[in-house]
């Protein structure tokens, strides 16, 4: 039977994974009620940013073959610039695996450099084990396909084996500098029309400003938000929503960096819902009263009644509800309740529902198919290459407007900002000005 030890490195890395996810499941089941909530928070962090190194490993262990291993064996290796390319190999590793433990020790009122640094290298990181997956699948294709495998030359081989690396490296950097252009400018301002059925007269063409997945964290911070808000104050909304994922820190921490959301006053009220990150902060409770503090009401599985202006007979029903994290995270007090969210909304007035995850808007067509707009982010667009393909995947509604039956429609926002990477390919950051349209 084969020890511990003589296991190849990337089986030893996956075994710590598993070891670590296992790990995290018993915490989540025996330990959430008997840890304080700081503690329990850490503990929750440090397992998610040691289970992403333990599968970051293997990845890295094939990057430094590929990129270093194979030079050491040519006749690069003995070139000046080889041990400067090994340094900055090791570097680049460093830093992308350093990323998940900035929201640990790093996370300020604006982004320090190193934080950027490791998150941009963290992308960078993706879209080259992207790329050195992709060629050596063309290659070995080629291989079998050719049948000229065995009879190739050494010579030959090897300069195929040393363009492999350098042709991944080049489109990396240019991927990497081309995505972080596109994340560094300011959202774009998508404006949409959604008819919604029973929507009264005295509200055709209100104006609802949708926000999602700002992140505000290691790479997001009060300038960025500032400049968010600024842009949301100039479309004059008559709501502002915010469907989750504002934050990845503590409300104490982050506290100077959202104070610009005090400036949101819209008429008829800014309105938040839960996503995801919020639960892994462990914090939400905070997180409300600070929003409450700033006149942002949360919508924990409740409802409101948004009246005309013009008549308060005519109103229309806006609901929203926790994220599904919650419930798999077993956070106590939380977790996504329809019936509750909806309670007092009936078929005889529109409503709109706010859900971060599309696959909780589909959830709630499914139970409640009367709904007539849901509001949703979550995906980011897939933020960037090529994660889009596996949020497509992932999940039944992924970016813009989609017609479901004949008087639903969902929303998904493709994000207003970013989660950690400070990258965006084949997706562009969006505040959403959404005109309702009564029949």
Same mark, same amino acid.
């Given at each position: 039977?084969?020890?511990?030890?003589?296991?190849?490195?990337?089986?030893?890395?996956?075994?710590?994974?598993?070891?670590?996810?296992?790990?995290?499941?018993?915490?989540?089941?025996?330990?959430?009620?008997?840890?304080?909530?700081?503690?329990?928070?850490?503990?929750?962090?440090?397992?998610?940013?040691?289970?992403?190194?333990?599968?970051?490993?293997?990845?890295?262990?094939?990057?430094?073959?590929?990129?270093?291993?194979?030079?050491?064996?040519?006749?690069?290796?003995?070139?000046?610039?080889?041990?400067?390319?090994?340094?900055?190999?090791?570097?680049?590793?460093?830093?992308?695996?350093?990323?998940?433990?900035?929201?640990?020790?790093?996370?300020?009122?604006?982004?320090?450099?190193?934080?950027?640094?490791?998150?941009?290298?963290?992308?960078?990181?993706?879209?080259?084990?992207?790329?050195?997956?992709?060629?050596?699948?063309?290659?070995?294709?080629?291989?079998?396909?050719?049948?000229?495998?065995?009879?190739?030359?050494?010579?030959?081989?090897?300069?195929?084996?040393?363009?492999?690396?350098?042709?991944?490296?080049?489109?990396?950097?240019?991927?990497?500098?081309?995505?972080?252009?596109?994340?560094?400018?300011?959202?774009?301002?998508?404006?949409?029309?959604?008819?919604?059925?029973?929507?009264?007269?005295?509200?055709?063409?209100?104006?609802?400003?949708?926000?999602?997945?700002?992140?505000?964290?290691?790479?997001?911070?009060?300038?960025?938000?500032?400049?968010?808000?600024?842009?949301?104050?100039?479309?004059?909304?008559?709501?502002?929503?915010?469907?989750?994922?504002?934050?990845?820190?503590?409300?104490?921490?982050?506290?100077?960096?959202?104070?610009?959301?005090?400036?949101?006053?819209?008429?008829?009220?800014?309105?938040?819902?839960?996503?995801?990150?919020?639960?892994?902060?462990?914090?939400?409770?905070?997180?409300?009263?600070?929003?409450?503090?700033?006149?942002?009401?949360?919508?924990?599985?409740?409802?409101?009644?948004?009246? &005309?202006?013009? #008549?308060? /007979?005519?109103?229309?029903? *806006?609901? @929203?509800?926790?994220?599904?994290? $919650?419930? !798999? %995270?077993?956070? &106590?007090?939380? #977790?996504? /309740?329809?019936?509750?969210? *909806?309670? @007092?909304?009936?078929?005889?007035? $529109?409503? !709109? %529902?706010?859900?971060?995850?599309?696959?909780?808007?589909?959830?709630?067509?499914?139970?409640?198919?009367?709904?007539?707009?849901?509001?949703?982010?979550?995906?980011?667009?897939?933020?960037?290459?090529?994660?889009?393909?596996?949020?497509?995947?992932?999940?039944?509604?992924?970016?813009?407007?989609?017609?479901?039956?004949?008087?639903?429609?969902?929303?998904?926002?493709?994000?207003?900002?970013?989660?950690?990477?400070?990258?965006?390919?084949?997706?562009?950051?969006?505040?959403?000005?959404?005109?309702?349209?009564?029949?």
């Amino acid at each position: 039977m084969i020890s511990f030890k003589q296991l190849p490195l990337e089986a030893k890395a996956a075994v710590a994974a598993g070891v670590i996810f296992f790990s995290m499941m018993l915490s989540r089941s025996y330990l959430a009620e008997q840890l304080e909530l700081r503690t329990r928070r850490w503990l929750l962090r440090l397992q998610m940013a040691l289970f992403a190194n333990a599968l970051m490993l293997i990845g890295s262990l094939h990057v430094w073959r590929s990129t270093v291993t194979t030079f050491s064996r040519s006749s690069a290796a003995s070139s000046f610039c080889f041990m400067p390319w090994k340094i900055a190999v090791f570097m680049f590793l460093a830093l992308a695996h350093s990323s998940f433990f900035t929201l640990l020790f790093l996370v300020a009122e604006e982004p320090y450099f190193f934080s950027l640094a490791a998150y941009t290298c963290l992308g960078a990181y993706i879209i080259l084990i992207f790329f050195l997956f992709a060629l050596g699948s063309v290659e070995q294709a080629y291989k079998f396909l050719s049948g000229r495998g065995a009879k190739a030359g050494t010579g030959n081989k090897n300069s195929r084996t040393a363009m492999k690396p350098v042709l991944a490296v080049m489109l990396t950097v240019v991927l990497t500098v081309v995505g972080l252009l596109n994340a560094s400018r300011p959202p774009t301002v998508n404006s949409v029309e959604v008819p919604v059925h029973k929507l009264p007269s005295t509200m055709n063409n209100l104006k609802v400003v949708l926000l999602s997945d700002i992140h505000m964290g290691p790479t997001v911070g009060k300038t960025k938000l500032a400049m968010i808000v600024r842009m949301v104050k100039a479309l004059k909304p008559d709501i502002t929503v915010i469907v989750g994922d504002l934050t990845d820190s503590e409300a104490e921490i982050m506290r100077p960096a959202v104070e610009p959301l005090g400036e949101l006053n819209s008429p008829l009220g800014t309105y938040f819902v839960t996503g995801n990150h919020e639960y892994y902060t462990s914090d939400v409770s905070n997180w409300f009263e600070l929003l409450k503090s700033f006149n942002i009401r949360p919508l924990h599985n409740e409802n409101v009644k948004i009246v &005309s202006p013009k #008549g308060t /007979d005519d109103w229309f029903c *806006l609901a @929203g509800v926790d994220d599904i994290e $919650a419930d !798999v %995270l077993r956070y &106590s007090g939380h #977790g996504m /309740d329809l019936k509750k969210a *909806l309670r @007092g909304c009936s078929s005889e007035h $529109a409503i !709109v %529902l706010l859900a971060h995850q599309p696959v909780a808007a589909k959830w709630a067509l499914q139970e409640r198919p009367d709904i007539n707009l849901i509001l949703s982010g979550h995906t980011h667009g897939g933020q960037m290459f090529p994660l889009n393909a596996g949020a497509y995947f992932l999940n039944p509604f992924f970016v813009g407007l989609y017609k479901v039956g004949q008087n639903t429609f969902v929303y998904v926002s493709p994000g207003t900002m970013y989660f950690g990477i400070p990258l965006r390919l084949g997706s562009r950051a969006e505040i959403t000005e959404i005109i309702l349209r009564s029949p």
